[in-house]
Nanobody, 119 residues
Framework: QVQLVESGGGLVQAGGSLRLSCAASGRTFSSYAMGWFRQAPGKERELVAGISRDGDSTYYLDSVKGRFTISRDNAKNTVYLQMNSLKPEDTAIYYC????????????WGQGTQVTVSA
């Protein structure tokens, strides 16, 4: 198993930036593809960004392309989400999740961190 702990959320004005971090412990971090999800009140959870085990392949939700960047440091067992040009519609609880290859589902989740973007 792997345990995930997010940090870095907070309140920011529109146009501002935040960097989320997700620290992993437990089994070998580099064995997992990683993702950042978010869930806003009354909405379904959505995958915002994903990254492969070696960091060479990434995925982004269309609405965050060009503004968000996912990265990982396998030596530090940490995955990051750099969020720039934040918009009020980015307001949500952000979750870090791990997917053990070759599984298709994310089986391990952090507790979430709140991101609030004011207009």
């Amino acid at each position: 198993q792997v345990q995930l702990v997010e940090s870095g959320g907070g309140l920011v004005q529109a146009g501002g930036s935040l960097r989320l971090s997700c620290a992993a412990s437990g089994r070998t971090f580099s064995s997992y593809a990683m993702g950042w999800f978010r869930q806003a009140p009354g909405k379904e959870r959505e995958l915002v960004a994903g990254i492969s085990r070696d960091g060479d392949s990434t995925y982004y939700l269309d609405s965050v392309k060009g503004r968000f960047t996912i990265s990982r440091d396998n030596a530090k067992n940490t995955v990051y989400l750099q969020m720039n040009s934040l918009k009020p519609e980015d307001t949500a609880i952000y979750y870090c999740a791990a997917r053990e290859i070759p599984k298709k589902s994310y089986d391990y989740w952090g507790q979430g961190t709140q991101v609030t973007v004011s207009a």
